[in-house]
């Protein structure tokens, strides 16, 4: 099982690792965007982190609907607004819940991952940040049955290659598509975060 006390163990130390990799992931949105992505999703977590504390939500639940109201708040960008969907539709999956097995968790994933493709209307192989969430949700569901540990390690991986993937790719959606032709031969920003965030989970979850 995932504990209440795990999550909020994964969010926090994800305040750590965007901090230590904030210049690492503007560089590459240097590349195809406007450079601020690290800087984002640092601040982002930042205050994700400092909401939790002062909140101290009672059920998972409640702490991922602080993370997401605290995102959408602090993250001017596009991934402020699609993390945030992320995070709200999770919240809402884990509603007054003090933990949660891996079929919970694969199926928030999944709520979380429509969220995202209902409001920024990207699909597979557009170069975002779902090139990494879609084979993370694909091997999360071939792990069911599983040990948690083995399937969010599955996920990371998975969504490593899918990031990596992303270089060949030219953006169709969001600020790197401006760039056309140019946007290949790029990691994209967006699926390096995700792919940080599944291997943070990996780490404190499993
Ligand atoms: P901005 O592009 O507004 O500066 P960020 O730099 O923080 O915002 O985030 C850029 C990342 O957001 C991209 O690398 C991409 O992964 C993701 N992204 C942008 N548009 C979309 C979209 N429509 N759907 C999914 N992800 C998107
Ligand atoms: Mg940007």
């Known amino acids: ?24 992931l503007s560089r590459l949105d240097s590349d195809i965007g406007d450079g601020d992505h690290g800087v984002n999703m640092a601040r982002g977590f930042n205050a994700v982190a400092s909401a939790l504390d002062t909140a101290q939500p009672a059920d998972i639940g409640a702490a991922l609907k602080t993370v997401s109201t605290s995102l959408i708040k602090t993250v001017g960008g596009a991934s402020g607004p699609l993390y945030g969907t ?32 209902q409001l920024g209307k990207a699909q597979k192989g557009d170069k975002t940040m779902l090139d990494a969430w879609f084979p993370a949700l694909d091997a999360l569901k071939s792990a069911s049955g599983s040990g948690i540990k083995e399937a969010l390690e599955a996920a990371a991986d998975a969504a490593e290659e899918g990031a990596r993937a992303t270089i060949p790719l030219q953006a169709r959606k969001g600020r790197a598509s401006y760039l056309g032709e140019r946007s290949i031969g790029h990691q994209d920003p ?11 989970a990996a780490a404190i979850l499993g």
């Open 86 to 117: 992320f995070f709200l539709r999770c919240a809402a999956a884990f509603a007054g819940k003090q933990e949660i097995d891996l079929d919970a968790w694969t199926a928030a994933l999944e709520k979380g991952v429509q969220g995202i493709e």
């Open 1 to 24: 099982m995932i504990t209440r006390q795990q999550i909020v163990d994964w969010i926090k130390k994800l305040d750590t690792v965007y901090s230590e990799q904030k210049d690492f």
């Open 190 to 200: 967006g699926a390096t975060s995700t792919m940080l965030l599944l291997q943070t």
